[in-house]
């Protein structure tokens, strides 16, 4: 049996239907009327007849154009389906070898330019990588525990002071504020997501924080009636 040329052709790999027909001992014209009803029948049933079999033509030793097909992987399988016996088994076994050694072939790097994109690529997946790590990687427990001891600073002086009538009444109520606050800023469900890389402007931003209008004057009242009872 004669070895099946395979080739690669727009990125597909295909073989011509004259390698089939001589590997399998057809006449051409015999084997292009099984195609053309193959072709036929894939159209009716919503199937791309393309992934199987392309039409093609070729110059004839009478310099004539002749029809022939450009057979897929998958249309050698429906080509071979309808063989059967020793023909069928070597004429699956050809092709399925031919095929996996192209595509092993075209994997594999053919000079040094080649190589020397593969490595560039291979770089490129690594700096994404890394670029992700950076993007999604979250605060540590240093980190973290910054951001609590600067809210916790800001609310204290919002309320006015540790030992003020607002810290007493409404201390817990101010840090749900700021917390939330910061939350929906940098659109995170707990303030200990936040990424690495927006650190700094947590802090800036917990720096920057005021309590609402409403907290505001609420806070004020309760620290006048503290003043006003001394």
Request: charged share 25%; hydrophobic share 35%; aromatic share 8%.
């Amino acid at each position: 049996m004669n070895q099946l040329k395979v080739v690669s052709m727009n990125g597909q790999l295909v073989t011509d239907s004259r390698e089939v027909a001589e590997i399998t001992n057809q006449n051409h014209k015999e084997l292009l009327r099984k195609i053309r009803n193959y072709v036929q029948v894939l159209g009716k049933r919503n199937f791309a007849p393309t992934d199987f079999f392309i039409e093609s033509s070729y110059t004839s030793s009478q310099n004539k154009q002749m029809p022939c097909y450009l057979i897929t992987r998958i249309g050698c399988d429906m080509v071979a389906n309808k063989m059967t016996g020793e023909k069928g088994i070597l004429f699956t076994a050809e092709y399925v070898r031919r095929f996996e050694e192209m595509k092993t072939k075209l994997q594999e790097p053919q000079n040094e330019l080649q190589i020397l994109q593969r490595a560039v690529n291979s770089l490129a997946n690594v700096d994404n990588r890394v670029t992700y790590l950076e993007d999604h990687m979250r605060i540590d427990g240093v980190q973290e525990r910054k951001l609590q001891n600067k809210g916790k600073s800001i609310v204290i002086e919002s309320l006015g002071g540790i030992r003020s009538s607002a810290y007493e009444n409404i201390a817990r109520k101010v840090f749900a504020a700021i917390w939330r606050d910061f939350k929906n800023h940098f659109q995170i469900p707990r303030y200990n997501e936040l990424p690495r890389k927006q650190f700094e402007d947590g802090m800036k931003f917990l720096g920057m924080w005021q309590p609402s209008t409403s907290l505001k004057i609420e806070i004020e009242q309760l620290n006048q009636q503290i003043r006003g009872v001394m």
